[in-house]
T-cell receptor
């Protein structure tokens, strides 16, 4: 069945450093890859997404890259700030729809001042 | 806080009891999703509605679980004969047809004792 693997499970960086989180997916038909941020006790919130017809997308300090051949995509956060500390989830669609998603296990990012 | 609303926020129940959760999606969204999230894991897809039609159910949704969306607006998720393994956060999300972004509610945290 479909699977999404996410690495690392925890990531600790100093404020101002960059953070990279990587995911691989199994379903070659997947065409949409969102990233969600979840702060403690709060709902998952979409921070950026990418469709399969582009290789990279950027929004201020965050960017996502996609390699369809290798079936992996990555989240890049530059100039990290303490408020970036949260759990980040990658996801890919279960066959047949954008938002029937299979999520990675999450990466807990800690940004230290 | 406009957006997807879930009630109750927390539910503690004894094993064997039935529980029902409610989700009110964003008003113009015709697509509604239920997910389950256990501690330290990403959300797991349970079921999906388009308007009032339940179009897909995950294998995770045992016969003790039933979801409805009778008028294509709010949805309910009922768990019968709860088990300790049902303890989790139950998340609802909604999206508009043709749109990729799904918006999550705050979730209902179920504890079965």
């Amino acid at each position: 069945g479909e699977n999404v693997e996410q690495h690392p499970s925890t990531l600790s960086v100093q404020e101002g450093d960059s953070a990279v989180i990587k995911c691989t997916y199994s379903d070659s038909a997947s065409n949409y890859f969102p990233w969600y941020k979840q702060e403690l006790g709060k709902r998952p919130q979409l921070i950026i997404d990418i469709r399969s017809n582009v290789g990279e997308k950027k929004d201020q300090r965050i960017a996502v890259t996609l390699n369809k051949t290798a079936k992996h995509f990555s989240l890049h956060i530059t100039e990290t700030q303490p408020e970036d500390s949260a759990v980040y989830f990658c996801a890919a669609p279960i066959s047949g729809g954008y938002n029937k998603l299979i999520f990675g296990a999450g990466t807990r990012l800690a940004v230290h001042p | 806080d406009t957006g997807v609303s879930q009630n109750p926020r927390h539910k503690i129940t004894k094993r064997g009891q039935n529980v029902t959760f409610r989700c009110d999606p964003i008003s113009e969204h015709n697509r509604l999703y239920w997910y389950r999230q256990t501690l330290g894991q990403g959300p797991e897809f349970l079921t999906y509605f388009q308007n009032e039609a339940q179009l897909e159910k995950s294998r995770l949704l045992s016969d003790r679980f039933s979801a409805e969306r009778p008028k294509g607006s709010f949805s309910t998720l009922e768990i019968q004969r709860t088990e300790q393994g049902d303890s989790a956060m139950y998340l609802c999300a909604s999206s508009a047809q043709g749109e990729t972004e799904a918006f999550f509610g705050q979730g209902t945290r179920l504890t079965v004792v």
